[in-house]
């Protein structure tokens, strides 16, 4: 074996400032992924491999162009360059299939829309502030631009939240023992993927889904088509305002890390005036390590900064926010996904 060979052939480390760079650059790669997802390129390779000019031909865009995003995708291992100008799917370009159990397509277009993307240019004015940028570039809080302003933006993030759903359901459903459960109430659950995930796999178990009205009617078109409409009632309301709901546990997934503590501290004594002795919360959502230890929560944080001004949460940080709820934080449930489960009692 020729060792000078081997080692001039060898990966070499990377400088640090070209570590940096390739960082710096990331929102370049997050643009061109939005791109494939946004004109479906995924869905056109599903079948065989295809050339970009015709790729640019069934998406009216320009051929040029469309190869040079592709190509970038394909050097980061998103779609591969089968042969000169022909592109086809990898592993990593199947997670943005429209019809894949692990599809990111929905969330690579919300992270992507120019509404959302835009916020990212103030984050500084966010840490000079504190508050998030969103209402600062949009004029209004998230939730009512998109809910009540932009409701094509509106459904982009539904759509995108409903794979995160997907995502977790696996884990959620593998993490935790529901076989002692009667009624699971899942609070601003959205269209009810993950209440829906919980019910398929516990048949002994009831549902309550509990949100705000617009999201009811794919809520109830989902739900039917899960076979688990039956099983399920509707309640329409606001979680700051009265959650009306008795039930034996209390999924919040993705609803804390929205808020700040005060108005998560409203939420919570809301479920408190309703929940029955014995009864449990569940919160779902990342639990950062409070170390240098990589975690997909402290990047995500980020996004709670600028856009609904929520925060991702330590364990000490939850059990601080419990304990002025009424809480008593009982245990922590890591799962295989990014998420664990945080669950607590009314503390006596």
Do not use: C
């Amino acid at each position: 074996m020729n060792t000078a060979t081997s080692a001039a052939n060898a990966p070499q480390a990377m400088p640090p400032e070209a570590v940096v760079m390739q960082m710096v650059m990331g929102g370049f790669v997050a643009q061109a992924v939005y791109v494939a997802a946004k004109l479906g390129i995924a869905d056109l390779l599903e079948t065989k491999p295809q050339s970009a000019a015709d790729l640019a031909e069934q998406t009216n865009m320009n051929a040029g162009a469309l190869y040079r995003v592709l190509r970038a995708l394909a050097s980061v291992g998103i779609f591969r360059e089968s042969e000169p100008r022909t592109f086809a799917l990898t592993p990593l370009a199947e997670t943005l299939l429209s019809d894949s159990a692990n599809s990111v397509k929905d969330a690579a277009i919300w992270m992507g829309e120019e509404p959302h993307w835009r916020v990212y240019s103030e984050m500084l004015w966010s840490v000079e502030t504190g508050k998030p940028a969103w209402e600062r570039v949009h004029g209004r809080e998230v939730f009512p631009y998109l809910f009540e302003e932009n409701a094509p933006l509106g459904e982009i993030f539904n759509r995108a939240m409903s794979g995160f759903s997907r995502q977790a359901i696996p884990a959620v459903v593998e993490a935790y023992d529901f076989s002692n459960i009667k009624t699971l109430a899942d609070i601003g659950g959205g269209y009810g993927h993950l209440l829906a995930g919980v019910l398929n796999a516990n048949p002994h178990l009831r549902g309550v889904l509990f949100d705000l009205p617009p999201v009811f009617a794919g809520a109830a078109e989902l739900l039917e088509n899960e076979n688990v409409i039956d099983r399920t009632e509707l309640v329409r309301g606001d979680f700051f305002e009265e959650i009306p709901v008795s039930a034996d546990v209390y999924l919040l997934k993705h609803i804390i890390h929205d808020w700040d503590d005060e108005r998560n501290v409203k939420i919570l004594k809301n479920i408190r005036a309703a929940m029955p002795d014995g009864a449990k919360i569940l919160i779902v959502d990342a639990v950062i390590p409070e170390d240098n230890e990589q975690h997909f929560g402290k990047i995500l944080d980020l996004e709670m900064l600028v856009s609904p001004g929520g925060l991702e949460r330590t364990e000490s940080q939850f059990r601080t926010l419990l304990t002025e709820a009424g809480f008593r934080l009982t245990r922590i449930i890591p799962t295989r996904s990014p998420v664990s489960i945080v669950e607590a009692v009314k503390a006596i």
